[in-house]
């Protein structure tokens, strides 16, 4: 449901004369995107939201709510396939789904299943065609650009 996109430089499926690996420059500079994100296993339809600042609880539930004001329809719940991110445990998230539970029900993936997650296949795709094989300097061209052009349809 969450990933950071790194803009330190990575390589990948990428072709050069034998013997001569093909160098992309880099600033030395970690800068980071982060970004939550759900899918809706019959439609496809994807929702996510960038954070400026980091992942926790509280930024956890302001996503909770997100979800439920863009997929609940009325006397259909939600059922929500999360993770096991330790702010997930935490006993305000599970007070949220206590007070929510007409709208959304969750169920934790078992741990080190990522490919049990639809959304990590989404984060692989953006990964791959967003991030590899390019710089990013943060005055012109930041990370965050490439990223929302794959996710915005």
């Known amino acids: 449901m969450k990933h950071h996109f790194a803009s330190p430089p990575t390589l990948h499926e990428t072709w050069a004369p034998v013997n001569h690996q093909p160098a992309i420059l880099s600033k030395g500079q970690r800068n980071t995107q982060k970004i939550f994100g759900a899918v809706e296993l019959y439609s496809a339809d994807f929702l996510y939201r960038h954070r400026e600042d980091s992942f926790n609880h509280e930024t956890y539930m302001e996503f909770l709510d997100d979800i439920v004001g863009h997929y609940y329809k009325r006397a259909k719940r939600i059922f929500l ?43 692989w795709y953006t990964r791959k065609h967003a991030t590899h094989n390019a710089t990013f300097d943060t005055k012109k061209r930041p990370l965050r650009r490439p990223v929302y052009d794959l996710l915005i349809p």
């Open 81 to 123: 396939i999360q993770d096991n991110a330790s702010y997930h445990k935490k006993p305000e998230v599970q007070d949220w789904f206590t007070c929510n539970r007409k709208y959304i029900e969750y169920f934790n993936l078992p741990p080190y299943y990522p490919e049990l997650n639809a959304t990590e296949r989404i984060w």
